[in-house]
């Protein structure tokens, strides 16, 4: 049976977000002051670009999301990628680290170096940057739950090698507010989990000034199915609070703003992709500038990782996933990226080998050294379709946000279940797009073949769960023990008190309390957080 909307998409050329693609555009078609709203790169409302001569000034950060098996493999597998050329180290946590449980608690068992790098105690970071100044590289970390505790594990790392807070270079993404929405590594309920976001901002802000304090994350709402002016909106809506969040916490915008970042995904509709990008920014800035009070333009400045969609990678011919790569990586560039990731060809069947890994880092190099896309600055503006596109995205995502508003703000929207629902609505008209043949998908709905891929994939030994777990029974065992419960006294006593986290926190990683521990004492005092539906 075919439903109104699947006779529309057959009858009309509709972007994800449900925008028609005319034609052809005229000028006419752009409603927008080419002075205002388009400007300079550089200059507000920053929709060309935050720099004014973006990658001819420097190139985006080449980073390569990696982290597996054990701090070792992982450490190999980051020194191989620096060899290759990436200029960034991107860090992938295990499952038990990412919801604050040691190896060997029970609920670990099977997920110990699984899809990310296990992470227990500092021992463990010892040896996954073991031979990595962290004065000499840029280090982005994708954890959110247990953020306070690996920027922790960083900071006292980077003492054990000389380096003060102050030279460190690198990202958390510590946004919790996703993980309530689309992804689920949650462990304490919203509003102490705000609490400790606003307590790393406000420790950065005074020790840690290069440190981005949180890389407010639409890649993962993407993921979960959203539409791109979803994801625009739905990242904003939580930037807005955050950013108010710290306000009444008694920080001040100009002290923290310029040091908050953002995570989108770069989808298969080029024209779409490039053009939420440079709305993204328009937004933000306008945002920070007029709700807000911002003076410092760098906290206007929406700067932002890509990440190229591993929800299109297909286990079906899984080397075209190089071309949807490719095409995804371009439209981060074109659209501003300060920072990407492109993923593997092999994703779809397991975590990329090393020869993967390699093939997706050089999909950026061709892009930078090689399509001259890097010799201009958004060098797509003026374009008919690209302005009407960014236009028509932007008037979206700021009515959604005005919704959110209307509810008392994103955190509202989240308890209600709203924002849940317009996800879940978008990724199934989506499948059922897809599975009445209205969006292609090569290889899976069209142009079959019947051969099965022989490409290899990476193989976890399971053996190396029962090292870890000795790893840290010994760290435990040897460390000194009145000093860690004294230690893992004070964080629970901070928790208590109000006091800020990230110096007791700091204390006890340098005692070796492990973070399994120190989460524990987080829960005894925030509790846990449960979704009871919606």
Known sequence: MTTTKSRERKERFLTSSGIEMKSHFTSGDVNIDIDGDIGEPGQFPYTRGVYETMYRGRLWTMRQYAGFATAEESNRRYKYLLEQGTTGLSVAFDLPTQIGYDSDHA??????????????SLADLEVLFGGIPLDKVSTSMTINATASILLALYIALGRKQGVTPNKLNGTIQNDILK?????????????????IITDIFAYCAAEVPNWNTISISGYHIREAGSTAVQEVAFTLADGICYVQAALDAGLKVDDFGPRLAFFFNSHNNFLEEVAK???????????MKDRFGA???RSMMLRFHTQTAGSTLTAQQPEVNVIRTTIQALAAVLGGTQSLHTNSMDEALGLPTADAARIALRTQQVIAYESGSADTADPLAGSYAIEYL????ESGANAYIGKIDEMGGMLSAIEAGYVQREIERAAYDYQKAVEHQEE????VNKFHIDEHSSIPTLRIDPSNEQAQIERVRKVRAERNAAAAMAALDNVEAAA??????????????????????????????????TDAGY
């Open 107 to 120: 609920l670990a068992h099977g997920e110990v170096g699984r899809v990310g790098v296990p992470i227990d």
């Open 277 to 287: 990008f440079r709305a993204a920014r328009r937004i933000w800035a306008r945002t």
């Open 179 to 195: 993980e309530y929405i689309a992804r689920g590594t949650y462990i304490y309920p919203p509003r102490p989990s705000l609490r």
């Open 496 to 529: 208590r008190s109000g006091e800020n986290l990230m110096p007791r926190i700091i204390t006890a990683v340098e005692a070796y309390a492990t973070l399994g521990e120190i989460a524990d004492r987080m829960r005894n005092v925030f509790g846990e957080y």
């Open 390 to 393: 960014t236009d028509q995205i």
């Open 295 to 297: 003076k410092d333009p």
């Open 440 to 443: 292609i998908v090569v290889g």
